[in-house]
């Protein structure tokens, strides 16, 4: 009875290949979100979607892609992985205004070598 | 561009003794929602507390507390009866009630909460 759930927990991956992380939600929720959260703990928004239609896209690398097939799935696809892309990636979801409470997935840790 | 700031990177507690952790903020805005989140180890975040800027009635849930000064733009997290299971990074949050891109969370840098037995 997960409610907010990313696949894989764990990415190591080589710099310069390309990997997806996906997140479902089970909550009925109508938004998904992207954050990063960097070595410093520091957490900072990347995306985020209303009813599969983009709304948020804050400065992030166009190596970056969110894919929205439906309302409970918000995918992060990253190209031409970096360094500096090694992070704690969160998905997180929220019911716009109603209650608007995000919750969150249980992250997902890359780490490019 | 609204700013949150946690001045406090690390704090300590005995257990079963109280603990503020404090969070102030930057914002324009007269309506908006506050939170405060909590990363233990198991990096999940987890909501503790949430507090609507119209509401003048401070929060609670159980033994978790929030002490919301709109004029000062400060909103602290009082932890009473500490626990050894309380001990986690606790991260303030700012959320805007304004639609169309506005729901972002901006969080502040985190303070990580230490509880010795």
């Known amino acids: 009875d997960t409610a907010v759930s990313q696949t894989p927990k764990y990415l190591v991956t080589q710099m310069g290949n390309d990997k997806s992380i996906k997140c479902e939600q089970n909550l009925g929720h109508d938004t998904m979100y992207w954050y990063k959260q960097d070595s410093k703990k520091f957490l900072k928004i990347m995306f985020s979607?209303?009813?599969?239609?983009?709304?948020i896209n804050e400065t992030v690398p166009n190596r970056f892609s969110p894919k929205s097939p439906d309302k409970a799935h918000l995918n992060l696809h990253i190209n031409s992985l970096e360094l500096g892309d090694s992070a704690v990636y969160f998905c997180a979801s929220s019911l716009r205004g109603i209650t608007d409470t995000q919750y969150f997935g249980p992250g997902t840790r890359l780490t490019v070598l | 561009a609204q700013t949150v700031t946690q001045s406090q990177p690390e704090m300590s507690v005995q257990e079963a003794e109280t603990v503020t952790l404090s969070c102030t903020y930057d914002t324009s805005e007269s309506d908006y929602y506050l939170f405060w989140y909590k990363q233990p180890p198991s990096r999940q975040m987890i909501l503790v507390i949430r507090q609507e800027a119209y509401k003048q009635q401070n929060a609670t849930e159980n033994r978790f507390s929030v002490n919301f000064q709109k004029a000062a733009k400060s909103f602290s997290l009082k932890i009473s009866d500490s626990q050894l299971g309380d001990a986690a990074m606790y991260f303030c949050a700012y959320r805007s009630t304004s639609q169309g891109g506005s729901e972002k969370l901006v969080f502040g840098k985190g303070t990580k909460l230490t509880v010795n037995p």
């Open positions: 979607y209303n009813n599969k239609e983009l709304i």
